[in-house]
């Protein structure tokens, strides 16, 4: 069964930082082309910053400049690094790793941003 670890959400001020990270098996991490999506009620999961299989990154228009996507090879993990962060960035925020058909979920970790 394939387990992604996602830590390091919370609530923050506007403006503030916070890093998630998502830990893999390592052959999860190796072959798998992983990424960050997030999701508010009522809404459908976006993409937010993702790395494609050829290792390029992917970022929503919406946090581009201000988030940035990274992969720590020694720890398995893809962290999410969020800057400058605003009050329509308060969402469920997802790891997903996926490989052909295969398509895998995180739990998801609560990012709120608010004064």
């Known amino acids: 069964q394939v387990q992604l670890v996602e830590s390091g959400g919370g609530l923050v001020q506007p403006g503030g930082s916070l890093r998630l990270s998502c830990a893999a098996s390592a052959d999860i991490f190796s072959v798998y082309a992983m990424g960050w999506y997030r999701q508010t009620p009522g809404k459908q999961r976006e993409l937010v910053a993702a790395f494609t299989s050829g290792g390029i990154t992917n970022y929503a228009d919406s946090v581009k400049g201000r988030f940035t996507i990274s992969r720590d090879n020694t720890k398995n993990t893809v962290l999410l690094q969020m800057n400058s962060l605003k009050p329509e960035d308060t969402a469920v925020y997802f790891c997903?790793?996926?490989?052909?058909?295969?398509?895998?979920w995180g739990q998801g970790t609560q990012v709120t941003v608010s004064s």
């Open positions: 997903n790793a996926h490989y052909y058909h295969y398509n895998y």
